[in-house]
Antibody
Framework: EVQLVESGGGLVKPGGSLRLSCAASGFMFSSYSMNWVRQAPGKGLEWVSSISGSSSHIYYADSVRGRFTISRDNAKNSLSLQMSSLRAEDTAVYYC??????????????????WGQGTLVTVSS | DIQMTQSPSSLSASVGDRVTITCRASQTISSNLNWYQHKPGKAPKLLIYAASSLQSGVPSRFSGSGSGTDFTLTISSLQPEDFATYFCQQSSITPRTFGQGTKLEIK
């Protein structure tokens, strides 16, 4: 069974740091790009960051660039998100999600599947 | 960034009803549009990819249509387990932005 399990969430003070992890199983982890997506209380989903299978391509949302660092360990089937200089507005449930792509002729399509169940990060004094 | 606008933001319906949720992109995204279902405390679940392709294992009462900038998700006959929040997502360019969600509630 393809599965993603996040861990590492918790309560942290503004300006603090936290490291999230996502353990993957049931698929060839190194063959897929991976993503972090978050949902703040009462808000919609916000894509945070993505990393390619070989870690050669990394992208961040403007809201976290320079403060968050995504990484992966293909030998351990693990994805991480190092978060620093945390702000109240970073309070959210953080999900990891596999990036799946599909080619139909010359056209490429991408979607997120599966997702983990999420880990809650609360930034508060 | 591409902005995704969903409507309505909330919807009350009864079991057996046919419901339609719309999603509009701020610029053309061809058919690079996905739909997800999200229940509290659960992992979001992929329903539709590439605008109209049904993900394996998803009931056939779910369908998607559209291309360019305007898309719809239709549930042909609501079942009790369908009450949830639904999100669209464009996958044309990074950042892969989401709509704000449509909360489907029991009438």
């Amino acid at each position: 069974e393809v599965q993603l399990v996040e861990s590492g969430g918790g309560l942290v003070k503004p300006g603090g740091s936290l490291r999230l992890s996502c353990a993957a199983s049931g698929f060839m982890f190194s063959s897929y790009s991976m993503n972090w997506v978050r949902q703040a209380p009462g808000k919609g989903l916000e894509w945070v960051s993505s990393i390619s299978g070989s870690s050669s391509h990394i992208y961040y949302a403007d809201s976290v660039r320079g403060r968050f660092t995504i990484s992966r360990d293909n030998a351990k089937n693990s994805l991480s998100l190092q978060m620093s200089s945390l702000r109240a507005e970073d309070t959210a449930v953080y999900y990891c999600a596999r990036d799946y792509d599909f080619w139909s002729g010359p056209y490429q399509y991408n979607w997120f599947d599966p997702w983990g169940q999420g880990t809650l990060v609360t930034v508060s004094s | 960034d591409i902005q995704m606008t969903q409507s309505p933001s909330s919807l009350s319906a009864s079991v057996g009803d046919r419901v339609t949720i719309t999603c509009r992109a701020s610029q053309t995204i061809s058919s690079n549009l996905n739909w997800y279902q999200h229940k509290p405390g659960k992992a979001p679940k992929l329903l539709i990819y590439a605008a109209s392709s049904l993900q394996s294992g998803v009931p056939s009462r779910f369908s998607g249509s559209g291309s360019g900038t305007d898309f719809t998700l239709t549930i042909s006959s609501l079942q009790p387990e369908d009450f949830a929040t639904y999100f669209c997502q464009q996958s044309s360019i990074t950042p892969r932005t989401f709509g704000q969600g449509t909360k489907l509630e029991i009438k």
